[in-house]
């Protein structure tokens, strides 16, 4: 199985770009890259997919390490309601979702 | 659209008695999944199933068993209920088991054991 690791925990100013950080060095070739995040007493939710280029939408961008071997969420400017416990997927052998700790987003005001 | 459905949202159980948390998707989707999450934790993973008749162990299976007789459902069965299973219980879909489609997640069940 892959392998993630993200800081526990991060700080950012509101209105100013996160970057979120995760390696994923045992990755395979053909295994999506997928991003979640969790709001307080809630469950998770989707954020952002992508496989070997950078991928944008609404709600933020994913780069891609060229090896593949780390990506980047980049949040362009946190809002207080950004703050929430964001997870870099790890894929099992038949593709299941394993979340680890996560990164802990604190948005400062 | 209601997408994951999850009942009951609350439970107190005492140890010993069982449960079947019900989970229900209305995507057509075939793969579902279902976690738990303790405080200060990520999600693991109980038990998933890649469709109809078919499921397979997660990370931390034991105590729990599930069946997928049909496509919507997906029942996660507490056998004998111990204090340990006290948790916040998630399920999720995803239209099959690629690695390139999203994961819908329910609202959750949070069970007490006492």
């Known amino acids: 199985d892959a392998k993630t690791t993200q800081p526990n925990s991060m700080e950012s100013n509101e209105e100013e770009p996160v970057h979120l950080p995760c390696n994923h060095s045992?990755?395979?070739?053909?295994?999506?890259i997928h991003w979640y995040r969790q709001l307080p007493s809630q469950g998770p939710e989707y954020v952002i997919h992508g496989l070997t280029s950078n991928v944008n939408n609404r709600m933020a961008s994913l780069a891609i390490a060229e090896d593949r071997k780390s990506s980047t969420l980049i949040l362009h400017r946190a809002t207080l309601r950004d703050a929430a416990v964001y997870y870099c997927i790890r894929l099992g052998t038949g593709n299941q979702f394993y979340f680890g700790t996560g990164t802990s987003l604190t948005v400062i005001p | 659209n209601a997408g994951v459905t999850q009942t009951p949202k609350f439970q107190v159980l005492k140890t010993g008695q069982s449960m079947t948390l019900q989970c229900a998707q209305d995507?057509?989707?075939?793969?579902m999944s279902w976690y738990r999450q303790d405080p200060g934790m990520g999600l693991r993973l109980i038990h998933y199933s890649v469709g109809a008749g078919i499921t397979d162990q997660g990370e931390v299976p034991n105590g729990y068993n599930v069946s997928r007789s049909t496509t919507e459902d997906f029942p996660l069965r507490l056998l004998s209920a111990a204090p340990s299973q006290t948790s916040v219980y998630f399920c999720?879909?995803?239209?099959?088991?690629?690695?390139?489609?999203?994961?819908?997640f329910g609202d959750g069940t949070r069970l007490s054991i006492l």
């Open positions: 045992t990755i395979s070739g053909t295994d999506y």
């Open positions: 995507m057509n989707h075939e793969y």
């Open positions: 999720a879909s995803r239209r099959d088991r690629l690695s390139n489609q999203p994961q819908h």
